[in-house]
């Protein structure tokens, strides 16, 4: 059974950080591409930082220099560090896996809330 399961939301002041974790299980998380979207009521869901399988990352212009997307396959965790965060970074946070093997494999989790007050 895929899960994919955040933890580390909350509530935090206007320039605080937050860590976000996503772990992974049932399935070979060293071959995914892993990836944080976030939804802001009213919004579409938006990528927010990608890291491949080999270590490569990219992220959302708005975000470069604040948050740091890294993996730890032998924990089978991603994580999401934020920092100098701001009002407009308030969203639903959500991992999701992918794999493109002659088909696209999708796996997502449920979300942790990240409010960050002005």
């Known amino acids: 059974q895929v899960q994919l399961v955040e933890s580390g939301g909350g509530l935090v002041q206007n320039g605080g950080s937050l860590r976000l974790s996503c772990a992974a299980s049932?399935?070979?998380?060293?071959?995914?591409?892993m990836s944080w979207y976030r939804q802001a009521p009213g919004k579409e869901r938006e990528l927010v930082a990608l890291?491949?399988?080999?270590?490569?990352?990219n992220y959302k212009d708005s975000v470069k220099g604040r948050f740091t997307i890294s993996r730890d396959n032998a924990k089978n965790t991603v994580y999401l560090q934020m920092n100098s965060l701001k009002p407009e970074d308030t969203a639903v946070y959500y991992c999701?896996?992918?794999?493109?093997?002659?088909?696209?494999?999708?796996?997502w989790g449920q979300g942790t809330q990240v409010t960050v007050s002005s």
């Open positions: 999701k896996a992918r794999r493109i093997l002659g088909r696209v494999v999708d796996y």
């Open positions: 049932g399935f070979t998380f060293s071959s995914y591409a």
């Open positions: 890291i491949l399988s080999g270590g490569d990352t």
